[in-house]
């Protein structure tokens, strides 16, 4: 289950009434017969109105399916995303019409600094050079290729469906006549974090019905698992000496690059323990301090009144002799995650012949700041509004006390490391 957007629900369009009812009825269906027949006319539907940037008509539809029908929410939300990152092209060979599949794949990478992690336009030799080995190791034979010539952080990726539809059709068209891609002239800024991810978007085509990655061919069928693994071994060893260039003085980890929602759904989780190790590793070398000198502070947030639904915890660091909140991190939930935990990826492995045990955000956090030497945690029993600083927009964090502060660094903290959030 995947969480709406929070804008409240507007009186439903005729459009919004058809999405929503074409979803309903494919949970219905007792056949693949006629969920294929209900799908098709779902995405027809889709593809209008992602052409026409109808994206309101989307939304609508799917903030009410989330109050009432989460069955038919997910298939609806399957349904945009898969019509938003793919497209198909018919062209002629030879008197035969050929048809080609599109897919919008992300290649994500996390990063962690102390400096600055960079984004934007991409030179041209580094664009080469990263086309080749991606083509190399992990695309399928036959398939054609488009790279965008720039390294996106997260706010810069595509806001919506709709502007997600327009780029794998961009994208799409110059991976079929081989065209060269036009960089942004400026990228919208972007915050700076001490651990973020960057990402790499591109479109792969392949002949209708053929596999689009190395691990898809018919030779890998038996042991898919292993040359997927063996595939991003290959990419990481090739790619990482490259990204490297473009992100001085960061740390990275390479992932696989997968159709774009699910790879960036997918690094959106990855980036949080990094975010907690680059924090402390942050803190410790800046303040002179061990990170047995510090302690953390969890606390609860939402966008509903202080008895709603966690939407994401935010984690506070002070000295262990003060209150005073020096740095912060966000812990964002996605998915079926929530502050309970969830039996599809909660249930951890418990002691021999005991059974697994549910695991909850709130212990996985504290089990990574454990594991960087924090060993004074306090987790706050109240549940907050997320609340933002009216003049820079950075979150604002539990102190020990319960009180939601904004994060400072000591006065003689050396210049250049106040500006992260």
């Not at 990478?109 to 080469?128: H, N, V, Y």
């Not at 991976?175 to 960089?183: E, T, V, W």
């Not at 790619?239 to 690059?257: D, F, H, K, S």
Request: aromatic share 6%; with cysteine; charged share 20%.
């Amino acid at each position: 289950m995947r969480r709406p957007s929070k804008d409240s629900t507007p009186k439903l369009s005729a459009e919004s009434l058809r999405l929503a009812s074409l979803s309903q009825a494919i949970v219905q269906v007792a056949s693949r017969v006629e969920e294929r027949v209900l799908e098709r006319h779902l995405d027809t539907h889709l593809q209008k109105l992602l052409k026409t940037s109808h994206q309101d008509s989307i939304d609508a539809s799917l903030n009410m399916l989330f109050k009432d029908d989460l069955a038919a929410y997910d298939v609806l939300m399957d349904g945009v995303e898969a019509i938003s990152e793919s497209s198909t092209m018919v062209e002629m060979q030879d008197g035969v019409e050929v048809t080609w599949q599109a897919l919008l794949v992300a290649a994500p990478i996390l990063a962690w600094t102390r400096f600055t992690i960079a984004s934007g336009p991409i030179p041209g030799e580094i664009m080469t050079t990263l086309s080749a080995h991606f083509s190399a190791h992990l695309l399928a034979e036959g398939t054609r290729l488009a790279i965008a010539p720039t390294l996106y952080a997260i706010d810069q990726l595509p806001r919506t469906h709709a502007e997600a539809y327009a780029m794998t059709h961009k994208l799409a068209q110059s991976a079929h006549k081989g065209s060269a891609i036009k960089a942004p002239a400026r990228a919208p800024d972007t915050a700076p974090f001490l651990a973020d991810t960057r990402y790499l978007l591109a479109v792969i085509i392949a002949p209708q019905g053929a596999p689009m990655f190395r691990w898809q061919e018919p030779a890998h069928h038996v042991n898919f698992v292993a040359e997927r693994s063996k595939a991003l071994e290959q990419w990481r060893t090739q790619a990482t000496p490259t990204l490297a260039r473009l992100m001085p003085g960061c740390g990275i980890e390479v992932l696989l690059p997968e159709a774009y929602y699910v790879a960036c759904r997918e690094a959106d989780k990855l980036v949080r323990p990094v975010s907690i190790r680059a924090a402390v590793h942050y803190l410790t070398n800046v303040l002179g301090v061990e990170a047995a000198d510090l302690r953390a502070v969890i606390a609860g947030f939402g966008e509903e009144a202080a008895d709603g639904q966690v939407d994401e915890y935010r984690v506070s660091f002070t000295l262990r002799q003060t209150a005073d909140v020096v740095y912060g991190i966000v812990w964002p939930l996605y998915g079926q995650e929530d502050e309970d935990g969830t039996p599809m990826n909660g249930l951890q492995p418990g002691a021999p012949g005991s059974e697994p045990v549910l695991v909850t955000p709130v212990d996985e956090i504290i089990g990574h700041l454990k594991e960087v030497g924090i060993n004074h945690v306090k987790k706050i029993g109240e549940r907050y509004v997320a609340e933002y600083c009216d003049d820079c927009g950075a979150p604002l964090f539990a102190d020990p006390g319960g009180e939601l502060v904004h994060a400072e660094m000591p006065e003689d903290t050396p210049e250049g490391t106040e500006h992260f959030h």
